[in-house]
């Protein structure tokens, strides 16, 4: 099966277009897209290798699942609304059952998150597949890293180090279902939450390389740091059951991937934010405070400062 | 050096946005750019892996112009004005003299087609770049590949068939800087003539696969066929030094990369067209019609017809 035939069977579907219209979509030299009025288009890019950010023999449904979660994470992060992705799909052959696979998961996920696919390309060689995510924003509503405030409140959706205790669960199990793994494999991007953090959060990312890393890029862009306590960090109980606290403590600071958001919030605005916490059944947790020290300080309880670990290093 | 001090020393430079100014750049969770009202993005995603789309061990220079150009060329090929692009790049290793030179020939290309980085990715993995280009086009002028009709004038850009040579000369010497060569890992996009296109042209492609594949792509989706003269392919001189003239027609019908455009003209639009040409001192030329008979022949004057050679296979 050639490329043009490949891609026409698996990837011009319409379960993969759930998402806003799109003037031209598969099979052009471009696609051509329309932002809507006195919106900013807001785009992210990520590329994910074989062996590096996933399994190569994990099911080809939940790599693609987990791809287009991470790069819809981006969009989310920012406050923006979900809208078209290009996908290149690089494949050392061209194996249709593979294909079949990750189509069907690349189509679970594109519903869940209300995205279309706009075009991309598939070619020959090692394993890896770039995103380009495209979203939009209202002009000026774009929630950045650069803008928390001293005596902001740090807060993280969710919890921590799920996805990182997950990941090494499927390193001995590579079909692992419980609810760690899926945490790694099927993460849920924070589109509503982004959106509901527009106009409130002073700076917002998303958790990919580890809480106290990420956290640092809000920290420089703010020009301000940060003094969390340990026992404040959200850990599922499934986490708690699974590792002793001392490495849930460690995955949940360094382990990357759990794409919860990580925003700070003028103090008046948790209120607003318990609130919608229990409207929407999603834990928002305080976990600190934005502080003029530079640094990142992690306080352990009566015992003083906690050293943290290292974010992950691509290189 | 760690992937975020790579990132700031050599890709974010303001050699790197030549282009159209944008809301926010490279350093966030998006990227948050603005398309000119009554305009639509149009978007094209390539991906190019080493030892497949160029020689692993080419200047980084050279492999970065390559690909930029190559993905500026689908811009042109909608008619569109070039504004932004993300690189995903994927190397084995932080070589920073290697990344050094990929980003100075990155900045020569980017100020060639004058359009800016908006971010990206960087990963570890086997070498290769995935690059998506945005630009835009007023709502409507888009040039796609399936409005060619019947008794349209089929013209090509430019020459064909240099950069299959080119590409040949490098396999034996990698630092090739003659003409042919220079079409391989310099192709230049015709972003200036898309655009005088629009409106004008009924259909319109770049050659990257090869002209008998890729003007296949608009039959196709035009509903037509077309027949063509060999004899009026446009041979450069360097090509025919270089090669027999058999040899240089399989190289202009199959050889893909030239990245020249192919599109449809209505016959009274040929002068017009030929005026332009002598003014910008682009070739265009004649290569054949859109016929009713589906298919692509060739005719090798009183011979008859010539059996095409098949384009670039990716699987």
Known sequence: MGEFDLIKRYFDRPELRP?????????????????????QLSVSSDTFVSGVHFFADMAASKIAQRCLAASVSDLAAMGATPAWFNLCLTMPSADESWVDSFSQGLAVQAKHCAISLAGGDTTKGPLSISIHAMGWVPIGQAITRSGAQIGDVIMVSGSLGDSAAGLQIMQHQRDAEDALSQRFWNPTPR???GQWLRNRATACLDVSDGLVQDLGHILKASGCGADLQLQDLPLSTELQAHAALSRAHNYALNGGEDFELCFT???HLVSQAQAY???QKLPLTAIGYVSAKL???IWNGDKGLFAPPQGYQHF
Chains 1, 2 share one sequence.
Do not use: N, Y
């Not at 998402?19 to 919106?39: I, R, T």
């Open 19 to 39: 998402g806003p219209v799109m003037a031209l979509g598969p099979g052009d030299d471009c696609a051509l897209l329309e932002v809507p009025f006195k919106h």
């Open 295 to 297: 640094g990142c300080r």
């Open 277 to 279: 916490s229990q409207l």
């Open 191 to 193: 589109i509503a939450l």
């Open 265 to 267: 919030l003028p103090p």
